[in-house]
């Protein structure tokens, strides 16, 4: 029985789920947006919002203690680069799980974990709404008057 166990340990050793959780995380840093099971989505949640939030302050040792999650310099240096800036203001809930259905194989409950700023469709808050239109009313036509064109007006332009 699994009583009073914080974490989803998602059937592996502690190495291999280390192993999966800083690859995940990776993948989710680089593109952005992950396509994976729920359980392994939660777990990714729970273990990059940290990371995220260190993040947020540029300093040696928290590239140090990001590195040692990730072990990739170019994962960091993106974190550091282009994620934190995006996310410096918000105070928590970097990540957004979208449950998707179902896989084929094997009915896995499948989901998409995201960043949530770098996600247009919700982060755009202007949406500009189309001009309404009725079609039993014609609007009123406005007349305008032409001035024959003479000489001397366009002597004096």
Do not use: W
Not at 47 to 59: A, F, H, Q, R, V
Not at 68 to 88: C, G, H, N
């Amino acid at each position: 029985m699994r009583h009073g166990k914080k974490i989803n340990h998602l059937g592996r050793t502690a190495s291999h789920r280390r192993a999966l959780l800083s690859n995940l995380a990776i993948a989710l840093i680089t593109h952005k947006r992950i396509n994976t099971t729920v359980a392994k989505a939660k777990a990714l949640q729970r273990y990059i919002e940290p990371l995220l939030t260190k993040s947020k302050t540029d300093d040696t040792n928290n590239r140090r203690v990001v590195f040692s999650y990730l072990q990739d310099k170019e994962v960091v240096t993106e974190l550091f680069r282009t994620v934190a800036p995006k996310i410096a203001n918000r105070p928590g809930g970097y990540t957004r799980i979208i449950k998707t259905g179902f896989r084929l194989g094997d009915s896995a409950d499948m989901a998409m974990i995201e960043l949530v700023d770098f996600n247009d469709i919700y982060t755009n808050a202007k949406v500009e709404k189309k001009a309404t239109t009725r079609r039993g009313r014609k609007k009123a036509t406005e007349t305008v008057e032409e001035t024959p064109a003479t000489p001397e007006a366009t002597e004096e332009a």
